[in-house]
């Protein structure tokens, strides 16, 4: 049964299955979407944190995979990212409900050029509910941004988001105007062409191709 709501909810990620009322895709008209799934495998017992992973992101990861291989179109990826922002924002009150005392701080954001914003909400949703500070910039943040952050939280982490291969030299820019002017600082990179390789290169701390293991690294670094 559980895998079965799973597998429901991850097809309405993929799909672009936004609700019961959503008309698109045609072919599952009058069917459950991510909105009445999501808040189904909530009343089954299973916890938000699995939800997100093995479902929510799954189905992005499907549709991303799919739109690299030229298999799938910008449409489907903005119909996949409605459908993932309806969920994300049911599940978003209990990780917000997990944070208690403050383990640290992460400045975020989405590096210039790039306004996708799925990956970095997720990344924030996430290190809330580990109970971590979250400094949100928003999406096409240029270096100096990330820098003037960083002088007011100086003993922040900083995570910066890709989607776009061609916005990953302003990735890395970032990282190398951050490790020359506060080279002890922990900067983490992801973004579905962000690969470990990539991240070496530029000098960056760390990458995760998933981000639940992001608060359990910057708890041991920090």
Request: charged fraction near 20%; include cysteine; proline fraction near 6%.
């Amino acid at each position: 049964m559980n895998n079965n709501l799973y597998q429901q909810l991850q097809n309405c990620i993929e799909r672009g299955k936004v609700d019961k009322n959503s008309p698109y895709p045609p072919d599952m008209k009058g069917q459950d979407g991510a909105v009445e799934l999501t808040n189904q495998a909530l009343a089954a017992g299973l916890s938000p944190h699995d939800i997100l992973l093995k479902s929510l992101m799954v189905g992005m990861k499907n549709v991303g995979e799919r739109f690299g291989c030229g298999q799938a179109f910008i449409p489907d990826l903005m119909i996949a990212a409605k459908a993932m922002n309806a969920a994300t924002a049911i599940l978003r009150p209990f990780f917000e409900s997990g944070v208690g005392v403050q383990k640290g701080t992460l400045i975020i954001g989405t590096v210039a050029g790039d306004l996708h914003d799925i990956g970095k909400n997720i990344v924030k949703m996430i290190m809330e509910g580990a109970g971590w500070k979250v400094i949100d910039l928003g999406t096409n943040v240029p270096t100096e941004k990330f820098m003037s952050s960083l002088q007011q939280n100086p003993q922040a982490s900083v995570g910066l988001s890709a989607l776009l291969t061609t916005t990953m030299v302003n990735m890395e820019k970032t990282v190398k105007e951050i490790k020359t002017k506060s080279p002890t600082t922990i900067v983490v990179i992801g973004g579905a062409p962000v690969t470990d390789n990539f991240r070496q290169r530029i000098g960056a701390d760390a990458y995760f191709p998933s981000p639940h293991l992001l608060p359990d690294y910057l708890s041991q670094r920090s």
